[in-house]
């Protein structure tokens, strides 16, 4: 659990892998933009410091949170990515609907890293109000972000060192 004041997001650019021949898709969800543009710039931002080439990086963006699963599909089945980062969120509101969404997304990315060989990250932040969002999305506790594209890059890493 994250504490107060404390930024989660910090990395050791020395112990990460070479990822200068690495292909990354990012979807984004557009629902709540002010949080997933945040995130998406903490991913976007660490992976070409962590030596991705810019145009190695495919963006896409999908309505909401709920379509990620598809758009992370349609980027694995046509850009030639090595790994895909979701990045959404979902805030609680009165109803179910919180409940419905995380489990559809969560399940949805699950099932991709079952089928696909090149990993899905998952990066949506499932908060109680728009505040903690804030602070996970480039506030307080750091970016979400950053930990997805670092996690990305990691993943990546251990996929062509399994393949030799």
Known sequence: MATANKNLSNYDKNTMPNASQMRFGIVVSEWNEEITEGLYNGAYETLVDLGVLPDNI????????????????????????DAVI?????????????????????????????????????????????????????????????????AAVKMVDLCKRKAR
């Open 58 to 81: 495919v963006r896409e963006n999908v309505p909401g949170s709920f379509e990620l699963p598809f758009g992370a599909k349609l980027i694995l089945e046509n850009d030639k990515v």
């Open 86 to 150: 979701a990045i959404g969120v979902v805030i609680q509101g009165e109803t179910k609907h919180f409940d419905f969404v995380c489990h559809g997304v969560t399940q949805g990315i699950v099932e991709l890293n079952h089928h696909y060989s090149a990993p899905t990250i998952f990066c949506v932040l499932t908060d109680m109000n728009i505040e903690q969002s804030r602070a996970r999305s480039g506030g307080e506790h750091g970016n979400k972000g950053v930990e997805a594209a670092v």
